[in-house]
Structure formats: C-alpha cells, structure tokens
C-alpha cells in the first residue's frame, strides 16, 4: 500500500519500519496522515509475517503530535465532534498498546503532545541522547487527552505524571531513562539503528510467547492481583500446547538454536 504520509520498509527476520513522513510540519498529523497511520498501524497488527513493528519519524523529530493548524476552529467543532475526531487517532495508539507484537519507538529530537502519547503507547522507547519529551498542554489550556494521562500515570505514578502533565516538563532523554520512561538513550542519530537492534532481538524470540505476554501484562495493569494469576495459567496452557513451544524446548535440549513458527 503506498502511503503519502507514512513510509513502511520491511526489514529481514519479519521487523517492519513504520515511519511517520511528513518531516516539514515535524511529522504532525493531519486528517490524511491521521487515516494512514491507522491503515499502516492495522495491517501490521493482523500481518502474521510482522514479528516486530518499529516506529520512528522522518527528518528532525519523531512527532509534534496533532497539527493544530489543520484542525480548524475547536469551538465550532464543539465538543462531540471533536470527541469523534479525537477517537481516530485515540483508535491508533490503542491498536499499538494492544497488537500482539512488539513495538518499539525511535525518537529522535522532539516528542510532543501526541508525538509523546504515540510513544507511550509503544512497548520500548530507543531514544537519542539529545531526544525531549514534551507535554505543552497545560500552557494552551488543555490536557494530554490522548492517553497521556492514563498511560503517563501507570508508568511513572501519579506524583510525577502530575509533574509533567501539570507543569508542562520537558524530559531529556537521559532523565526519562532514568524515570523508566525510556528503555535504552543511544548516541544522537543511533535511535533508529539501536531501535532496529532491539527489534532484531526481540524478533528472536517465540513470537506466540511475546504476544501473550504483552497481552497479559497489559491487562494486569488494570486487574487485581489472582485476576491476573488467572490470566498467566490460562495464558501458559495455551502456549503449552504450541509447536513453539515444543520446538523451542528441543533446541534448548539439543543446544540449537530454536525455529519458531509462530504456531
């Protein structure tokens, strides 16, 4: 599928490349690239050749997030509208959460607003050393209103999301390591070749394995402790009676490399 907005490149071992491409505007969306990006984001997700999806954006920034100059006038849009479009890109960064497969994101100079929110969305964050993390919302008189609060919160806790979120902070990508906000910092312009690295090791991995266990740790953020206990023997029963799984303990046991399947 050719894409105006968003370029796809396939890597070897099944690591797709996913590049938001509108590197003039800091790779903000409009409607167009808002539609792309989730065509894109959900072929990946039901793509069976896909191990790994890798998010990264063109040019100086990795995203602004939503390009304000195109969205018209707010209040005549009034609240239900904009509820609705809101819900386009809300529908993207949940496909990312959810999708049962790694996502790693390469950032590289800004992630703001919705750039941010994109991230956090993303199972790994691969950062260069000068990359910033932004939330700006506050100084124009909004929220971080697509998943920044929800999601900011469970990952560094309420005193420090309302730090962020309430203050407007700008994280350098070294302090966001250090928050756990960021899984590795690698030297400015590395990101994406550091990303495509983690991706390649995760790609080595059992990828029915890695499914469910994003599946199951997504949903323990929002379950009671033997709730989630329930999830991981029901998860582990199906994974027991994979090929995957019978592959991958002959090789251990025959001290090879395992083949996996996917099945």
């Known amino acids: 599928m050719g894409y105006e907005f968003v370029a796809i490149d396939e890597r070897a071992g099944g690591i797709r490349v996913l590049t938001l491409n509108r590197p003039d505007r800091l790779n903000a969306w409009n409607s167009q690239m808002r539609a792309e990006m989730r065509e894109a984001v959900e072929d990946s997700a039901a793509d069976p050749a896909v191990r790994v999806l890798v998010l990264t954006g063109a040019g100086r920034g990795f995203s602004a997030g939503e390009d304000v100059s195109e969205m018209g006038d707010l209040t005549a849009m009034g609240t239900r509208g904009f509820r609705a479009l809101a819900?386009?890109?809300?529908?993207?960064?949940?496909?990312?959460?959810?999708?049962?497969?790694?996502?790693?994101?390469?950032?590289?100079?800004?992630?703001?607003?919705?750039?941010?929110?994109?991230?956090?969305?993303?199972?790994?964050?691969?950062?260069?050393?000068?990359?910033?993390?932004?939330?700006?919302?506050?100084?124009?008189?909004?929220?971080?209103?697509?998943?920044?609060?929800?999601?900011?919160?469970?990952?560094?806790?309420?005193?420090?999301?309302?730090?962020?979120?309430?203050?407007?902070?700008?994280?350098?990508?070294?302090?966001?390591?250090?928050?756990?906000?960021?899984?590795?910092?690698?030297?400015?312009?590395?990101?994406?070749?550091?990303?495509?690295?983690?991706?390649?090791?995760?790609?080595?991995?059992?990828?029915?394995?890695?499914?469910?266990?994003?599946?199951?740790?997504?949903?323990?953020?929002?379950?009671?402790?033997?709730?989630?206990?329930?999830?991981?023997?029901?998860?582990?029963?199906?994974l027991k009676t994979t090929e995957d799984h019978r592959e991958g303990a002959t090789a251990f046991l025959e001290k090879r490399p395992p083949q996996w399947r996917g099945r």
Do not use: W, Y
Request: a negative charge.
């Open 87 to 238: 819900r386009g890109i809300h529908d993207v960064f949940d496909t990312v959460e959810a999708m049962e497969v790694p996502v790693v994101a390469a950032i590289e100079g800004v992630a703001a607003g919705g750039g941010f929110e994109l991230a956090l969305s993303c199972d790994f964050r691969v950062a260069g050393e000068s990359a910033r993390l932004v939330m700006p919302e506050a100084r124009v008189g909004l929220i971080p209103g697509s998943g920044g609060c929800s999601r900011l919160v469970r990952h560094v806790g309420l005193g420090r999301a309302k730090e962020l979120v309430m203050l407007g902070g700008t994280l350098r990508a070294p302090r966001a390591a250090e928050l756990g906000l960021v899984t590795e910092v690698a030297p400015d312009g590395g990101a994406l070749d550091a990303a495509v690295a983690m991706a390649e090791k995760l790609a080595g991995m059992a990828p029915l394995a890695l499914g469910m266990a994003k599946l199951v740790l997504n949903t323990c953020t929002d379950v009671d402790a033997e709730t989630g206990r329930r999830l991981e023997r029901l998860g582990q029963s199906v």
